[in-house]
């Protein structure tokens, strides 16, 4: 508040709590979508309605189709989708964390110490699904219980019987990554995940998250089966390679980008993903699995390498600050 305006002795406001400082005029407003994207170009919306166009600047936190949806000139948005891999591993993971503490212990500041090298694993499919999704719902809901006996499932918001769900956390959620990355890295070849987007938020927002979920199943050194629509197309635009046949059974196609197509069509691709992988589970032992995983160690193994670099090179950083400083 200005100082001559006497708004806190007006409001009974003891000043030596607070300070009235003099106004300062804002040319460079820097909106970042830290609350996981959700409804981030809606937002945007309302803040065109007070601010300036000319002053705002966002940085993009996980995918979006091109730089124009955003609205903005391209010289005021920062896309970098590395930047969100790090942000996995040096905000949300590496420094000590109250609610992460036996994690922090665990890989004690290193990346290495959470990556999984080994090859072995226990059940042909692992899928961890913890909050309510709509996408995860329909997972949970139309995999067989056959599917659900064989393999390490969870569903933490579903009552169906076998569900791996008392095993994996706990009320207060802090053994969460350690569960993950100690007793559950061998649980499965294959993992099936749905990353924090909705169904159709690829086409009603425009933009696709990016957080640990989409770290995880490369860093456990698995195949990886991306349960959200356009994801594939992106993280190929990465260097991410992908499995794309399972004795048979086509998986993981590219799918590129388009926000025009019907509004259920990605319900209806997700239903069909299930039915793929219910026959890859159907139609194949442990063993049969196994010899798929080693014959495509290369790509694990690659996408792992990927995954750590993506999470530990400071560049994307340097590149923040020079557009930010520009």
């Known amino acids: 508040m200005n100082s001559s305006s006497n708004f806190l002795k007006i409001l009974g406001i003891d000043n030596q709590k607070y300070i009235e400082i003099e106004p300062k005029s804002i040319s460079k407003v820097i909106v970042s979508g830290t609350t996981e994207g959700y409804g981030y170009l809606s937002h945007m919306e309302k803040i065109f309605n007070v601010v300036n166009k000319e002053n705002i600047n966002t940085i993009v936190d996980g995918f979006i189709p091109d730089n124009s949806v955003m609205k903005l000139p391209n010289e005021q948005v920062f896309y970098n989708p590395a930047l969100s891999f790090w942000f996995v591993w040096n905000v949300l993971w590496k420094h000590n964390n109250k609610s992460c503490q036996e994690f922090a212990n665990l890989h004690k500041n290193n990346i290495n110490n959470i990556l999984n090298t080994d090859k072995k694993r226990k059940t042909k499919f692992v899928s961890l699904n913890r909050n309510f999704k709509a996408g995860r719902e329909i997972f949970i809901e139309s995999i067989t219980q056959e599917f659900i006996d064989e393999n390490w499932i969870t569903g933490h918001f579903s009552d169906r019987n076998n569900l791996k769900n008392d095993k994996l956390v706990n009320d207060d959620f802090k053994h969460f990554y350690i569960l993950i990355f100690k007793q559950l890295k061998n649980s499965g070849y294959i993992q099936p995940f749905f990353e924090s987007s909705g169904l159709n938020d690829g086409l009603t927002d425009k933009m696709l998250m990016i957080t640990e979920k989409s770290c995880i199943p490369f860093m456990l050194g698995n195949i990886a089966i991306p349960m959200n629509l356009f994801y594939v197309s992106e993280y190929e635009k990465l260097g991410f390679k992908f499995v794309k046949n399972i004795n048979g059974v086509s998986i993981n196609e590219t799918i590129d980008w388009d926000y025009n197509m019907d509004i259920n069509y990605p319900k209806k691709w997700l239903k069909e993903q299930i039915?793929?992988?219910?026959?890859?589970?159907?139609?194949?032992?442990?063993?049969?699995?196994?010899?798929?995983?080693?014959?495509?160690?290369?790509?694990?193994?690659?996408?792992?390498?990927?995954?750590?670099?993506?999470?530990?090179?400071?560049?994307?950083?340097?590149?923040?600050?020079?557009?930010?400083?520009?």
């Open 275 to 326: 039915e793929k992988i219910l026959l890859i589970n159907k139609n194949n032992s442990l063993q049969d699995i196994e010899k798929v995983y080693k014959d495509n160690i290369d790509i694990i193994r690659h996408n792992q390498k990927l995954v750590k670099n993506l999470m530990t090179d400071n560049s994307v950083i340097d590149k923040l600050k020079h557009w930010i400083e520009k």
